[in-house]
């Protein structure tokens, strides 16, 4: 099994809405990453957990905050987003931080209206 | 720094044509090399990979060298197909970089016509 699941799809929230993006993997991986990723453009890290630890966060705004509730499970709690983050945010998972490939997930896309 | 250079795209081909996606690098150690696929409307899988000089990585046809020498990475498929089409990534990963982060090239649109 080298699924990544991630949901919701889809999602369309409000610039005062608070939503989560939920990750699951079940391959052992102890790092987990978010990415977002805008129309014609390569994902760009977003945060880094390694053994449900936060490793690196990329000045990300505190909009967006990851949670790794245990090895299996990541989340990213959305709160007062901007129309701009609008993106198609991805879920990746390795064996260790940076060793070997990372396996993605289908992503969520999220529009802020 | 580390960066990873593609080729830009469009790339439009006819259905059996032989395709070159071209991906040189720039790393400040010993990087392993990827390419990434992206079908439209889904995430990204990982296509091949390679992790010395001289490695090739092949999957579906598709086949990559990796080339120390001139630092190029790039991919090839003898007759693609339409179901082909989609967006590649070319990426590294350098364990002498912090964090040992994957670095992404901007990534090449490839059109398959019948």
């Known amino acids: 099994d080298t699924e990544v699941t991630q949901t919701p799809k889809h999602l369309v929230m409000g610039m005062t809405n608070k939503k989560s993006l939920k990750c699951e993997q079940h391959?052992?991986?102890?790092?987990m990453y978010w990415y977002k990723q805008k129309a014609k453009k390569p994902p760009e890290l977003m945060f880094v957990?390694?053994?449900?630890?936060?490793?690196i966060n990329e000045s990300v705004p505190s909009r967006f905050s990851p949670e790794c509730p245990n090895s299996s499970l990541l989340n990213l709690h959305l709160h007062a987003l901007q129309p701009e983050d609008s993106a198609l945010y991805l879920c990746a998972s390795s064996h260790r931080q940076g060793k070997t490939e990372a396996f993605f997930g289908q992503g969520t896309r999220l529009t802020v209206v | 720094g580390n960066s990873v250079t593609q080729m830009e795209g469009p790339v439009t081909l006819s259905e059996e044509a032989f395709l070159t996606i071209n991906c040189t690098y720039t790393?400040?150690?010993?990087?392993?090399l990827f390419w990434y696929v992206q079908y439209p409307g889904e995430g990204l899988q990982l296509l091949l990979k390679a992790t010395k000089a001289d490695d090739k990585g092949s999957n579906k046809g598709f086949e990559a060298t990796y080339r120390k020498e001139t630092t190029s990475f790039h991919l090839e498929k003898g007759s693609v197909q339409v179901s082909d089409s989609a967006v590649y990534f070319c990426a590294l990963s350098d364990r002498n970089n912090a964090g040992n982060m994957l670095t992404f090239g901007g990534g090449t649109r490839l059109m398959v016509k019948p």
């Open positions: 957990y390694s053994y449900e630890k936060l490793s």
């Open positions: 790393a400040t150690g010993y990087p392993s």
């Open positions: 391959m052992g991986h102890r790092a």
